[in-house]
């Protein structure tokens, strides 16, 4: 990175979501709460899905995929963010700043992706039910799964291309809990109003696009089955209602500080934790606990591994 040629400024100083001593408390106890729900939550969703041959299908497969992704987006920052209430100086060297850039941009990017994937398989399924099979085969979900990580790496580069030789000479203050691109570029020594530009070509469109390609997909789905039933209607409408919530939930914040990355507000670090914390911890609330196979299958891997018959053969 020869952040030394470059750059005078050898780590950044986080600011954090709060400098109240009471919230911090709080925050510590809140969040690591909700890390520990994330990880776990997201672990029983991927030892269902591939421990069952019954949820071996498409929409369980990209699932998995989801909360895997989850699971790498709320650790990319949020550790930190949890021993940082417990510390009097938060602060992150030059490389870890870049290393989270890198993290947030790389699974933010996947996760667009395999959220739009999951939407064209419901709109598949209900659209197209005759074709599902022959559309959604093992190859095209695994070709799915691995354009999401592909974009993600291209978007999350390309971020970095123009990020990481940037002069910071002095300021080294980040008003948020983690190295969030548009504040990090103000602190640069030039004229950031190019790569702020650059922010909004990069991140802007692909949060702004992708977020209407799900919603119009959505619109599709809801007008193909209110045209099969009113009951079908109700029942996709209650489904998709959910998913719009958490939809919305992921991409406002990032279209927010993306899309006029200009000006920054203090809002934005409070935004920024719905899509690394809350998103994470409720798309297995959403995508599972609302599910009847799935549930289904929870509770047959539950008896079977903590049936009083099974403590006894280990005593």
């Known amino acids: 990175m020869e952040k030394t040629n470059s750059s005078a400024v ?19 106890i809140f969040f690591s709460v909700s890390y520990v729900v994330i990880v776990l939550g997201n672990l029983l969703i991927i030892i269902t899905v591939t421990s069952d041959a019954s949820l071996h299908s498409p929409m369980y497969f990209l699932l998995g995929n989801l909360s895997f992704v989850d699971i790498c987006q709320a650790s990319f920052a949020t550790p930190k963010m949890i021993a940082d209430f417990l510390s009097e100086h938060k602060t992150i060297s030059f490389s870890g700043c870049i290393a989270q850039i890198f993290f947030i941009h790389l699974f933010t990017g996947g996760e667009m992706v395999i959220l739009v994937s999951m939407a064209y398989d419901r709109y598949v399924a209900i659209c197209k039910p005759l074709h599902y099979l022959l559309i959604m085969n093992r190859r095209t979900c695994t070709v799915l799964v691995i354009i999401s990580w592909a974009v993600g790496l291209v978007h999350t580069l390309s971020q970095l291309s123009f990020t990481v030789n940037l002069p910071f000479c002095g300021p080294n203050v980040v008003d948020s809990f983690f190295c969030d691109l548009p504040r990090v570029t103000k602190l640069a020594c030039l004229d950031s109003s190019v790569i702020e530009i ?16 799900l919603v119009s997909s959505y619109i599709t789905i809801l007008v193909t089955v209110w045209f099969k039933s009113s009951a079908a209607m109700a029942k996709a409408f209650s489904t998709l209602a959910v998913h719009i919530t958490v939809v919305i939930l992921f991409f406002g ?27 994470p911890a409720l798309n297995p609330i959403v995508y599972t606990l609302r599910n009847r196979d799935m549930r289904a299958v929870m509770r047959k891997i539950a008896t079977h591994y903590l049936s009083p018959s099974k403590f006894l053969k280990c005593h």
């Open 10 to 28: 050898s780590e950044f100083v986080l600011l954090g979501l709060s400098s109240s001593q009471e919230l911090q408390f709080f925050f510590f």
């Open 198 to 213: 650059l922010i909004v070509v990069n991140s802007g469109i692909l949060s702004l696009s992708t977020f209407l390609v």
């Open 253 to 279: 914040p990032c279209i927010f500080i993306y899309v006029w990355p200009f000006t920054t507000y203090p809002v934005d670090k409070v935004l920024a934790v719905f899509y690394t914390v809350f998103t």
